[in-house]
């Protein structure tokens, strides 16, 4: 295969990745973000302490961590048909995507709060600031650069999965290189969709970095 007929099929396969990543990671962070810092608001200590609450939203997370992505992906099939009309295609891969990277994002999130210091929540909490002002003036702010770091890996797992996704009919990079490197054995268009997957993911990393030291330095500044 050239590389005029393997451009056309590259530059489609990804923008079908990019939108499934793009839309699961915007799912991702809705679901989880919530999701993770009531794990920690709930948790014993709290100021919303609920230990059915957090035992409940735990058990939920751990179960959607410990699904392996592939089962995930098939197990959704009727759900994601009922949701968006058809269980193919880069629009129905985003259900199982942001379906699996929820609880994935949201224990990155309940890690990242934690490691705010007590000390500045007992402080808002002493000058009359209330719980979810306390979360989003304090917690949350404190929390940026680990949030930033976790929403990467989040970004880079998604990567992964699309791929997955890609391969059971979800489009994208993944559909590629299953079609044209493995079953037309086109060695090298598989080659080259695995170098522009390498690309994608080295940019987002470099990216999250990036926001990570600007957040940092911030911080350290006071700016």
């Keep these: ?21 793009g839309w699961a990671t915007v799912y991702a962070v809705l679901g989880g973000l919530p999701i993770g810092v009531l794990l920690v ?4 200590g709290g100021p919303l302490a609920n230990v059915v609450a957090n035992r409940v939203l735990g058990v939920v997370v751990n179960i ?12 959704l099939i009727p759900f994601t048909r009922f949701v968006v009309g058809t269980a193919v295609g880069p629009t129905a891969a985003v259900v199982p995507l942001a379906i ?18 007590h000390g500045l929540a007992e402080a808002a909490h002493a000058m009359g600031g209330g719980t979810w002002t306390v979360v989003l003036k304090v917690l949350l702010p404190q929390a940026l650069p680990s949030l930033v770091a976790g929403l990467t890996t989040t970004v880079i797992a ?32 598989m080659l080259v969709t695995v170098l522009v997957l390498i ?9 999250g970095d990036g926001a990570i030291r600007l957040l940092r330095r911030r911080e350290r500044t006071g700016t």
């Design 100 to 117: 699996g990277a929820v609880p994935f994002f949201a224990r990155l999130v309940e890690t990242a709060v934690r490691e705010v210091d």
């Design 1 to 21: 295969m050239t590389w005029d007929e393997m451009r056309p099929l590259l530059e489609q396969g990804t923008i079908d990745t990019l939108y499934m990543v």
């Design 199 to 207: 690309l994608i993911v080295t940019a987002v990393q470099l990216l």
């Design 64 to 75: 959607g961590r410990s699904l392996p992505f592939i089962i995930l992906l098939v197990a």
């Design 158 to 189: 998604l990567i992964g999965y699309s791929a997955m996704a890609g391969a059971a009919g979800g489009g994208g990079l993944g559909t590629l290189a299953l079609t044209y490197g493995y079953q037309r054995f086109e060695d090298g268009f």
């Design 41 to 44: 608001l709930t948790d014993r």
